[in-house]
């Protein structure tokens, strides 16, 4: 089993045909993805040679959908035009709208956000300014690598990339069901108890590795729902100990004020709830390594 994403989904890129689209596409495709298309007005019509998998490239999401029965899209968007991507996406009803571009204007994320809650909450969005999410061995949208670590029971949720990265590789002898980079702006889509929720429910997942920094206070409201609703056992890890108070740290979202949204506020509250807690992600690791080994 895996959440969000599997060996079923069919996947387009909007921004296939762009320089960082036309990369992880590659990359994408290498890895197993069924990729179905691209999406670029500019170019409807064309079609695009990938190593031998030639991909047509659609003028709209609806186009793409139809043509293909897509259900995932991967946007490559430069900033300026991410938003009308995504409210593209949104108004196409695809289930699943995975945002990796860094940079979107915080306004132009709310906008878009909010629309796809008018609109019936019909897609699912990650990110943005996220690796994307990938299921190993089924599918990956996004720019995870894929042979960092196999398919296995451990779920994994982290609003870094570069430490979703590090944690896949630590425990790639377990391997994981889905690892889901849900990215650090201060508006995301998906959360950690969205998350959460899901490996709670999935039958194949066994433990979850939660990855959370410094600012705001999701990883507080996490620690609320994982001692309210979450059975399996959760080992986490929050970036930013050293951080100085009042600096954003690499995320946009990554701001403390005060004590509020510290890392050892939020280490505080994960412990409550019954979370182990790694003060490095190698021990982090360690803390999931030894859960696994009992289970």
């Not at 019509?45 to 029965?69: I, Q, R, Y």
């Not at 998906?190 to 959460?196: E, F, K, P, Q, S």
Request: net charge negative; hydrophobic share 45%; glycine share 12%.
């Amino acid at each position: 089993m895996a959440i969000f994403l599997n060996e079923n989904s069919k996947v387009i890129v909007q921004g296939m045909t762009g320089a960082e689209g036309t990369k992880h596409t590659k990359r994408m495709l290498a890895s197993g993805t069924n990729i179905v298309g691209g999406v670029n007005p500019r170019k409807a019509g064309t079609k695009v040679d990938f190593d031998g998998h030639v991909l047509p490239v659609f003028g709209t999401v609806k186009e793409a959908m139809e043509a293909t029965g897509a259900d995932v899209t991967v946007i490559f968007v430069p900033p300026a035009f991410a938003k009308a991507a995504a409210i593209e996406a949104i108004d196409a009803e695809i289930p699943l709208a995975v945002v990796i571009t860094e940079g979107i204007p915080v306004h132009d994320t709310a906008y878009f956000w909010a629309h796809a809650v008018a609109t019936g909450n019909k897609t699912r969005i990650i990110g943005p300014n996220c690796p994307g999410i990938i299921s190993p061995g089924k599918s990956n949208a996004g720019i995870i690598p894929a042979d960092i670590a196999g398919s296995g029971k451990i779920g994994l949720v982290s609003k870094s990339g570069t430490l979703t990265y590090q944690m896949m590789y630590e425990l790639r002898d377990f391997g994981f069901s889905t690892a889901i980079g849900i990215g650090g702006d201060p508006i995301i889509g998906t959360t950690h108890i969205d998350a959460l929720q899901a490996f709670q429910d999935d039958p194949e997942t066994s433990a979850i590795v939660m990855i959370g920094e410094i600012g705001g206070d999701a990883e507080e409201r996490a620690a609320a729902y994982i001692k309210e609703n979450v059975t399996k056992p959760v080992v986490g890890y929050v970036a930013g100990f050293t951080a100085p108070e009042g600096k954003t740290m690499g995320h946009a979202g990554a701001i403390v004020s005060g004590s509020a949204g510290t890392a050892q506020a939020k280490k505080e509250a994960l412990e409550a709830a019954g979370v182990k807690v790694g003060k490095t992600p190698s021990e982090t690791a360690a803390l999931m390594r030894e859960i696994m080994q009992g289970l």
